[in-house]
């Protein structure tokens, strides 16, 4: 299996920008397909972004298209998510997720997904108006 720990979360101005970080350790990490999800208290934990296991492959909620962008680096078993242009609605505790490595990005973003998930612990993001 896997551990994973985020990092990087905190406050920032509307606008702003922000650099997740989520660390690996465990399995090899290409063995994983990555996401990040998002949750605020009282809402269902909400798809945000994923990657193939190699990198090559990315997909996004509609609400984040065009201001998150997601990547990973399997030498440092890392993967990132840098937001800009944040929004007060954006301010939720960030989740990193690993499914097994025959996942594409895009079935990462579908609801119901029963098979084996890891998940990291979360960070705050906070988004000020």
């Known amino acids: 299996q896997v551990q994973l720990v985020e990092s990087g979360g905190g406050l920032v101005q509307a606008g702003g920008s922000l650099r997740l970080s989520c660390v690996a350790s465990g399995r090899t990490f290409s063995s994983y397909a990555m996401g990040w999800f998002r949750q605020v208290p009282g809402k269902e934990r909400e798809f945000v972004a994923a990657?193939?296991?190699?990198?090559?492959?990315?997909y996004y909620a509609d609400s984040v298209k065009g201001r998150f962008a997601i990547s990973r680096d399997n030498a440092k078993n890392t993967v990132y998510l840098q937001m800009s242009s944040l929004k007060p609605e954006d301010t939720a505790v960030y989740y990193c997720?690993?499914?097994?490595?025959?996942?594409?990005?895009?079935?990462?973003?579908?609801?119901?997904?029963?098979?084996?998930?890891?998940w990291g612990k979360g960070t705050l993001v906070t988004v000020s108006s």
């Open positions: 990657v193939s296991w190699g990198g090559g492959s990315t």
């Open positions: 997720a690993a499914d097994s490595r025959d996942r594409t990005a895009q079935s990462m973003g579908v609801k119901g997904y029963d098979g084996r998930r890891y």
